[in-house]
């Protein structure tokens, strides 16, 4: 595994961010730029190469490339297309380094926490499994809306993007770490797969639980000790972050909203969206509305 070492001991420098969508089937174009690009994984399917690898940027992965390394789609996406990007500069000369490197900064860091607090260093993998879709889609609306707000101190933006470098980069590692300690049981890895296509559906704990097969108290127990929630919550967290996508995307009501996520009691959709944001559906909106989107 191929990481870039990043020299974080001043702020990243923010150029550009936006959410792409095209409803067909869409190729990236083949090109070289003079900056770092971040593409995250919202719907669909992006496929595309750098340096002769190819990878399948779908929703909950990222993918970083690099200045200076050509790129290009191989194939078309299946059907709708949606991902986050945003560009940006570092200080110092393109990094290379391998998983050792990674791995002695790390445990260096481990061992000494002096050494940890003044490492100036981030390590990034080129291609990477986001352990939390929902924080990454929050920093992304914040990002946005700040790109798109008159701000009287433009350095803010550096630093929000920074910030979203340091919670992938800290995702990124501890997706390594954890694979590198624990196996996914195969049923769970099943299960929040199912949900999360089928997110927009009216889902309940039974109704899984029967579809898999399983009593649904075991399955319950089972996903809390896999997943460190119970299955419940997970399904009403998938709900949420599909709810968010929407509110930021479209001009939909409250009400349809809750309808395109499976629940047909509004109100009870907006305690629960506040439960999670500590925010009304309505109050999101308004603090994410300023978007700079791509549509094909």
């Not at 595994?1 to 702020?11: E, Q, S, Y």
């Not at 550009?16 to 409803?23: E, V």
């Not at 196996?183 to 898999?212: C, G, N, Q």
């Not at 089972?222 to 509110?247: D, P, V």
Request: aromatic letters at 14%; one cysteine or more; proline letters at 4%.
């Amino acid at each position: 595994m191929r990481f870039v070492k990043l020299d974080i001991r001043k702020p990243l420098e923010f150029l550009s961010s936006g959410q792409f969508h095209s409803p067909v089937p869409w190729t990236h174009s083949s090109r070289k730029i003079d900056s770092y690009e971040f593409i995250v994984g919202v719907r669909g399917t992006l496929y595309i190469e750098q340096d002769d690898e190819r990878y399948c940027v779908s929703p909950g992965t990222a993918l970083l490339i690099p200045p200076g390394i050509p790129h290009s789609g191989y194939q078309p996406s299946d059907g709708a297309l949606s991902f986050y990007w945003f560009h940006f500069l570092c200080t110092d000369a393109l990094q290379f380094c391998g998983e050792e490197e990674w791995e002695q900064a790390r445990l260096l860091g481990q061992s000494n926490e002096f050494l940890s607090s003044i490492n100036g260093s981030l390590f990034l993998p080129l291609f990477f499994r986001l352990s939390s879709n929902e924080r990454i889609d929050v920093l992304f609306q914040q990002l946005q809306h700040l790109a798109n707000s008159k701000l009287h101190y433009r350095r803010a933006l550096h630093y929000a993007a920074t910030s979203i470098v340091l919670e992938l980069a800290e995702q990124a590692e501890s997706g390594l770490i954890h694979g590198k300690r624990y196996s996914p049981d195969p049923l769970v890895s099943s299960i929040v797969e199912w949900i999360r296509v089928h997110a927009a559906e009216p889902l309940t704990v039974s109704f899984i639980a029967e579809k898999y097969g399983y009593n649904r108290d075991y399955l319950s127990r089972l996903f809390k000790r896999t997943m460190g929630m119970n299955l419940q919550e997970y399904i009403h967290i998938q709900k949420m972050a599909r709810a968010k996508s929407l509110l930021t995307s479209s001009n939909r009501t409250v009400k349809q909203i809750a309808f395109d996520i499976g629940m047909s009691d509004e109100k009870y959709f907006i305690r629960l969206f506040r439960k999670y944001e500590h925010l009304t559906p309505t109050g999101y909106r308004n603090a994410y509305y300023r978007k700079h989107l791509n549509i094909k």
